[in-house]
């Protein structure tokens, strides 16, 4: 099994430059919102490993309403920010980046605040790395390859399957008998490649057994001291939660056209907003534990399929920037933005508000968990407006959702499972 | 936004346009006029004093009933100023044919895009709408006498005709069947909690601005300082007392002018399928319920008592027929049972089983309420089948009401009807509805699947696009108070 890792580059725009960044980034999209997988800067599409990837202009978005806390915004600048999702170790990735794409790099990132034309190009990459502090994978292990590899086997599949009645179940056996010779006709002619799983790593598996264990180790240890606090902590939250102020102003028809304008041109869609979280020690204190635990949640309980409710999340990261001054969210997950917003608000909104309300002008929560989100409009506004728009960005299996990922997955085991009795090869024949 | 509930107020049904509550069924003849504002103070001034039929029920039914509705354009017509218009939802504002991601997303493409519409883009913008519903026989003296009143304030860009076939539309369906049940005596408390099960009745707030909603919640709506209603024209906001409620009493409409290829449908259906009969049976499949109007649900208690949580796998009703998409009749959670375990369970999606039935839930937040009417007069199956001669234009004017046009109609129509992995789907459009465009990934979408137990979906593909759009407009439906304050004069 081979684990997938985020990737996060970012590095300051230079002064004066932002416009010409601006126009090389548009040029490597064939349509607003879908990158070119050959643009000549930065060709996608070679990197086998690369499930998503998205290049971002961050600017200062909502850094502003730190005034409703009478702080002064501090000045962040534009930065760059190159995120993406590949398959084993996210290190790897930009050498490899960096190795076939270095002159499309380099003309990128020529762009940021103390670029040396003349220094090692993938150490550049790793010193600008940022950790993800909690990242969300829809199936831990699933590769690139393997998607590719059963969306051909479905198709193919699909295709050939006779679209008739069965009067048996012998019949039905029969039927996935012969497609499944005809599959391995096709494999051995090279037309159609099964492969067979890598090795899970020793060092992932055994960090991963650390990890599953160790922060509930950790959640123990330092239970005591916090139960005796408690009960501070509990009115400590009640008290800001009933003073924090709820900001969620109308986003202008402007943002809101540049934002939908790079949406729903497939079936995929991205996603990614940052705002400041709140200021004072609490909230501070309150943000990095509570990433560690969606952290912990997402490798060890939510890694197979769903994230709680929500089947439509191909990977999701949270990560801190600017020293906790804020918090950058990115996803990619199937259907349109209203759909996914929905979803956000009918199936998940405690989810979202145990992270989200901490920052600045989040509709009103209680207990962390109710309410907040689940007040439509405010939400709906304020999503909008922390979004930023992904100027390029990458899906590594366009047309393909996670729905058919799950199919095709199935369809594959069916195929390889020995002794099917006839209620399981029917099952199986209507996969297809 | 407040989810405070002030002493729920009974609905001032005399300020409420009638058509939120009636269909008008009595009134089989119809006419929608699209109207340009050309003198705005003329415009008011007939507006203002226009009688409009209201939602009290009258007995006798009146001979006729006129409904007034605005679009956004119209209201910068008839001299509403920026600051009030502004509280209007950004949909209204920017309106159907606003721009080309909103045409992407409703599936308006090639022959439907609106640059090739009749009307509702760029200068054939209607401003206002007027909804004329008339007892039989009393239509076309009544419209004459209308058009001398409004005929110094407004001209006409076009005249929608409706045609009555019993409740039947063009390719001979009985329509409208599923409506929500709007809660006008305000039963249902309005609070944010879950629903375990599927339930017709609505919040108010759903199709009347000013009123809670299923979330609890006042949706967004103009509200004015008392300053800019000095005479007290307007009700009061529930929520906010101090403001004027501009909203209040009103809704918004959707309005598309959409075109029937019956005589193609059905000889497209008949080649495929191999005759008549079976034509019906497809049809009957791609629609979700019989030519009468009967749910393929077998154990529905009449029309519309019926949900598809016992048919996972749309074995009786196909899961992409267009009824199931439109209302997929499903609650907040996946099906089980009300215990607190199974509660947990399928609250974290730890209930394999059904998580496959929970790619779309909560439907009680997309409902839409539909008063569409006919036009044109459309072959039956056996004429198509008999006469291979073009036929004249038949549709259907598709009107459908909301608080809420993203929520609701947007909703419905982009992620339900255009989407082609609704609920699952191999990737396919809405059967009737679908633009049959192919993917951007070039996969076709011009399929439709029937599940079958004893074998493989049954597909029928290439399907012909059977339904274009050729005009559309989003709308105000003002409460009639706020109508008098939007055409008072400044």
């Known amino acids: 099994m081979t684990p997938q890792s985020p990737f996060l580059v970012i590095a300051p725009v230079a002064a004066g430059r932002e416009a010409g960044l601006r126009a090389l980034l548009d040029g490597m999209s064939s349509a607003p919102g879908v990158a070119d997988p050959d643009n000549p800067v930065l060709p996608f599409g070679r990197f086998e490993r690369l499930h998503f990837a998205r290049l971002i202009v961050l600017d200062e978005t909502a850094m502003a309403d730190l005034s409703l806390y009478g702080v002064s915004p501090p000045r962040l600048g534009l930065r760059l920010m190159l995120l993406g999702d590949c398959d084993g170790p996210a290190r790897a990735q930009l050498d490899e980046l960096a190795a076939r794409a270095e002159d499309g790099l380099r003309r990128l990132f020529g762009h940021c605040e103390g670029f040396d034309p003349n220094a090692d190009l993938a150490a550049w990459l790793h010193a600008h790395s940022v950790r993800t502090q909690a990242n969300y994978v829809n199936w831990i292990g699933r590769t690139v390859r393997q998607v590719h590899e059963e969306s051909a086997l479905q198709r193919f599949l699909s295709d050939r399957v006779p679209r008739a009645p069965l009067a048996s179940g012998a019949e039905a056996q029969g039927l996935r008998r012969e497609l499944i010779a005809q599959v391995q006709a096709e494999v051995s002619a090279g037309r159609l490649r099964l492969s067979a799983p890598e090795p899970t790593p020793i060092g992932w598996w055994l960090a991963n057994l650390a990890h599953a264990l160790g922060i509930p180790l950790l959640a123990l240890l330092v239970s005591p001291p916090l139960l005796l606090a408690s009960p501070w902590l509990a009115w400590r939250l009640r008290s800001l939660e009933r003073s924090d102020p709820e900001y969620c102003p109308r986003p202008t028809a402007e943002h809101l056209r540049a934002l939908r304008e790079l949406e729903d041109r497939g079936h995929t869609n991205q996603f990614t907003a940052v705002g400041p979280v709140k200021p004072g020690p609490f909230r501070r204190a309150l943000v990095p534990v509570l990433l560690l635990a969606i952290d912990w949640g997402a490798r060890h309980i939510f890694h197979r399929g769903h994230l709680a409710r929500v089947q439509t999340i191909h990977f999701a990261r949270w990560v801190v920037l600017d020293g906790g001054a804020r918090v950058l969210f990115a996803s990619n997950y199937d259907g349109n933005h209203e759909a996914y917003m929905d979803d956000f608000i009918n199936k998940v909104a405690w989810g979202l508000n145990l992270i989200f309300s901490n920052g600045i002008g989040w509709p009103r929560t209680k207990w962390l968990v109710a309410r907040g989100a689940r007040r439509e409009g405010c939400f709906k506004r304020y999503q909008r407006a922390h979004q930023v728009p992904t100027q390029v960005w990458y899906d590594g299996y366009p047309g393909v959702t996670l729905n058919d990922i799950r199919r095709n997955r199935r369809i594959r085991e069916g195929l390889e499972q020995a002794g099917v009795g006839e209620d399981q090869a029917l099952a199986w024949l209507r996969l297809l | ?490």
């Open chain 2, 1 to 490: 936004m407040s989810n405070e509930t002030v002493n729920p107020r009974p609905v001032e049904l005399d300020d409420v346009q009638g058509i939120l509550r009636f269909g008008f069924s009595h009134h089989t003849e119809g006419c929608f006029l699209l109207l340009q504002v050309k003198n705005p103070a003329a415009a008011c001034a007939w507006l203002s004093n226009v009688p409009l039929a209201n939602a009290v029920v009258a007995r006798p039914a009146p001979a006729t009933a006129l409904q007034v509705a605005i679009s956004s354009p119209g209201l910068t017509a008839l001299g509403v100023p920026e600051e009030v218009a502004v509280g209007f939802s950004e949909e209204f504002r920017a309106g159907m044919a606003g721009d080309n991601d909103r045409s992407r997303r409703l599936g308006d493409l090639d022959c439907s895009h609106p640059s090739s519409w009749r009307w509702g883009a760029g200068e054939a913008t209607p401003h206002v709408l007027l909804m004329l519903y008339a007892l039989p026989g009393k239509l076309a003296a009544w419209r004459r006498e209308l058009e001398a009143q409004w005929a110094a304030g407004f001209s006409q860009l076009a005249a929608l005709d409706t045609t009555d076939h019993g409740g039947r539309e063009p390719f001979g369906f009985r329509d409208g069947i599923s409506q929500p049940e709007i809660d006008w005596e305000r039963r249902r408390p309005a609070e944010d909690h879950d629903r375990l099960e599927y339930d017709n009745l609505t919040c108010l707030g759903e199709f009347l601005l000013g009123y809670p909603n299923e979330y609890g919640l006042y949706t967004d709506r103009p509200l004015l300082d008392s300053g800019r209603d000095p005479d007290g024209l307007l009700p009061r906001a529930e929520e906010r007392p101090e403001l004027a409620d501009l909203g209040r009493n009103g809704s918004y409409l959707v309005l598309r002018e959409l075109r029937q290829d019956v005589a193609g449908f059905w000889r497209w259906l008949a080649e495929q399928a191999g005759g008549g009969d079976r034509a019906r049976g497809w049809a009957e499949a791609m629609v979700g319920r019989t030519v009468d109007g009967k749910p393929l649900i077998p154990e529905a208690q009449g029309l519309n008592g019926f949900n598809y949580d016992a048919d996972p796998e749309g074995l009786r009703c196909p899961i992409g027929a267009h009824v199931r998409r439109a209302n997929p009749r499903n609650a907040d959670y996946p099906p089980g049972t009300h215990g607190i375990i199974s509660r947990v369970r399928r609250f974290l999606g730890f209930d394999a089983r059904v998580l496959p039935q929970d790619l779309v839930a909560s439907t009680r937040f997309h409902r839409i309420l539909r008063r569409g009417r006919a036009f044109g007069e459309p072959p039956s199956l056996e004429q198509a089948l008999a006469d291979p001669s073009p036929t004249a234009q038949t549709g259907l004017h598709f009107i459908c009401l909301g608080a809420n046009i993203g929520r609701q109609f947007e909703f419905v129509q982009s992620a339900w009807i255009v989407g082609t992995r609704f609920a699952g789907l191999p990737g396919e459009g809405d059967p009737l509805l679908g633009h049959r465009a192919p993917g951007p990934d070039g996969h076709p979408t011009d399929c439709f699947s029937v599940p079958r137990v004893d074998g493989p979906d049954q597909r029928l593909c290439g399907l012909p696009r059977f339904i274009s759009v050729c005009g559309g407009g989003y709308f105000f439906l003002p409460g009639i108070r706020a109508l008098r304050f939007l055409t008072s004069p400044r």
